[in-house]
């Protein structure tokens, strides 16, 4: 069976030569599949085991994509796609500092000294990514304790939620804080009522020239409001780059500043990136971003609509939400798309974990996968074990967890949902950035086997302008 595969695939012309000699080929086709091997020879990349598909899926289901995959690929790589005038983000990875990094520096320097409080202004594409990576980094509490020289960060501009902004403003009484304004368009409903009273709060306390140097707006280098109102006002501006779309952006100023501020090697993170660039560039099913983007369209087709991307981290949840959006926007067109979920486990097994278990099933999971934190936390036993617990005495907090987590597979799977693992390694700034890239390059060939081009999100402008009608708008009357 392994020898048929091997010979079928080296007649494919989009395997390199050079990896189809390596023993992970093997590995790969093995069936159960198990990602071991793989680990050692790709030891920098995040691995996609897809055992727990085979149940639904077959492995000439997935041989007969991998022309479709490829093209996708190519079509990506070589801009021959729909939407190709939105490909800036493919080169955004760096390994040195670029001048608008050390800007971003400089500013994210002087706002940790200056400020009590930093607060991110924008919405969809322009705040996920950041908050997505400081929650999965420094966890969803960092804020408590934290003042001047490593700054408390809130996100305001993505609600209309009055209650919300009360508590904000109450928040940032007392406090001397900054803001970074970040739209694309410059012209969202959401971020521009919030940057309108953000800015007379600040010029009510610093005054004009106080307030100017602690606002920084973030925008496209030409076009838009918030760019006429910098240039105006003299605030100091970085560059969403024209064709780099708002989800595609965390990569540029909008995911950097914020990430700087609150103290994030951003270098780190853009190398991560430029890991992932050289590294899930192969054109062969050894390349992880192919397994999940083939394997997740294959479960589509199968009536598999929904996909719950989940993880055990509580930190992952805005990780969660930024690929949401990202996959969300991006493949949500023309009747089709697989309806992104995310959700945090254990604590939605509590709540979701019936519908998963003995819902509809049209549901598949990802479970992204980080290695233990060193510091570890150990069960203690108690003399009186009226809660029973005294069978874990001794045991790592991480013991428990991975029991958890390979009991859930068990079950779902069980259940009849596949469940694709993505087993990311150490979590720090550098994987992080590898995350980005890789989900994002997922997503573009994901959304071009699909048919659908990622880049638009013509959807999202129906509310917008239903909304500006009621709000008489003018220019919007009918
Ligand atoms: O992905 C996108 O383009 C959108 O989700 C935008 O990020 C979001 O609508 C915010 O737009 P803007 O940055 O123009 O204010």
């Keep these: 069976m392994k020898k048929a595969i091997e010979s079928e695939r080296q007649g494919t012309e989009f395997c390199r030569p050079d990896f189809n000699k390596r023993t992970c080929v093997c590995a790969f086709f093995a069936v159960p599949y198990t990602c071991t091997t793989r680990k050692d020879v790709f030891r920098y990349m995040i691995t996609v085991d897809i055992s727990n598909v085979w149940g639904q899926l077959t492995l000439a289901d997935l041989l007969a994509i991998e022309k479709e995959v490829a093209d996708a690929h190519a079509a990506l790589a070589d801009g021959t796609g729909e939407g190709n005038e939105y490909l800036g983000w493919l080169n955004l990875p760096v390994r040195e500092a670029t001048d608008e990094m050390k800007r971003i520096q400089a500013a994210a320097k002087k706002i940790r000294e200056s400020s009590d409080v930093f607060v991110v202004v924008g919405i969809g594409g322009s705040y996920l990514g950041s908050r997505a990576a400081i929650e999965l980094l420094q966890g969803t509490n960092r804020n408590i304790g934290k003042g001047k020289g490593d700054p408390q960060i809130f996100f305001a501009g993505n609600s209309l939620s009055t209650r919300h902004w009360n508590e904000l403003c109450r928040l ?10 970040i739209s694309k368009s410059g012209t969202t409903t959401e971020p521009a009522i919030a940057t309108r009273a953000l800015r007379w709060m600040l010029e009510r306390k610093y005054g004009t020239d106080g307030a100017r140097e602690r606002i920084f707006a973030i925008t496209d ?31 540029t100023a909008v995911g950097l500043l914020p990430l700087a501020v ?35 369209n294959l479960l589509y087709r199968s009536g598999k609509a929904t996909e719950i991307f989940t993880s055990f981290e509580p930190g992952f949840r805005m990780f969660g939400a ?30 979701l974990g019936q519908m998963i278990q003995a819902g509809e099933r049209n549901i598949f999971e990802t479970m992204v996968r980080f290695d233990a934190p060193e510091q570890k936390y150990t069960i203690g036993g108690d003399w009186k074990n009226l809660d029973g617990l005294n069978y874990l005495e001794g045991k790592t907090l991480d013991f428990v967890d991975e029991k958890a987590y390979l009991g859930t597979v068990t079950a779902h799977v069980d259940g009849g949902v ?25 997503c573009g060939v994901s959304a071009y086997i699909l048919g659908v081009n990622p880049f638009n999100q013509p959807g999202v402008e129906m509310y917008k302008r239903n909304m500006f009608q009621l709000l008489g708008k003018p220019g919007y009357e009918k």
């Design 172 to 181: 940032l009484e007392d406090k001397d804080f900054s803001i970074a304004i």
């Design 221 to 251: 280098p030409c076009k838009g409001a918030l760019r006429q109102m910098a240039a105006e006002e003299g605030w100091e501006t970085f560059v969403i780059p024209s064709n780099v779309g708002g989800r595609f952006s965390v990569l």
């Design 262 to 296: 609150a103290g994030i090697d951003i270098l780190e993170l853009m190398n991560g990136a430029a890991d992932a660039k050289e590294s899930y560039d192969l054109r062969s099913f050894e390349n992880p971003v192919w397994q999940y983007a083939a394997v997740r």
């Design 322 to 351: 930024w690929w949401q959006q990202l996959f969300g926007e991006s493949e949500g067109k023309d009747g089709k798309g697989i309806f992104p979920v995310t959700a945090e486990f254990t604590a939605d097994l509590h709540s």
């Design 418 to 442: 596949p469940v694709i693992t993505m087993d990311c390694g150490e979590l720090n700034p550098r994987k992080v950035g590898e995350l980005f890239y890789f989900l994002e390059l997922c």
